[in-house]
Nanobody
């Protein structure tokens, strides 16, 4: 498994921007598809965005499409989530996840596909 550490969470006003980072270690980062999930209080964890091993493919939840952008830098072993035009309903703990994938262009939106998870970072959007 790969070890994941998220950073960049905090408090932001609605309409503002924030970038989350997730640093990976322990394995060859470019062998892994990456994803971001989130969990709001009282809710189940839900898919936010995913990116393929080589960053050629991305996928987004409808609720964040057009506002969030996932990217990765394989030289830095890091995946990012740029969040713009934040809404109060974006308040949640955000988790980074990794899945080993033999296929270069795959993206994964199912939580159970992923085998490594970070500890999460809190993001709070005030109205």
């Amino acid at each position: 498994q790969v070890q994941l550490v998220e950073s960049g969470g905090g408090l932001v006003q609605a309409g503002g921007s924030l970038r989350l980072s997730c640093a990976a270690s322990g394995r060859t980062f470019s062998d892994y598809g990456m994803g971001w999930f989130r969990q709001a209080p009282g809710n189940e964890r839900e898919f936010v965005a995913a990116i393929s091993r080589g960053a050629d493919s991305t996928r987004y939840a409808d609720s964040v499409k057009g506002r969030f952008t996932i990217s990765r830098d394989n030289a830095k072993n890091t995946v990012y989530l740029q969040m713009s035009n934040r809404k109060p309903e974006d308040t949640a703990v955000y988790y980074c996840a990794a899945v080993w994938d033999r296929y270069y262009y795959n993206t994964h939106s199912r939580e159970y596909d992923y085998d490594s998870w970070g500890q999460g970072t809190q993001v709070t959007v005030s109205s």
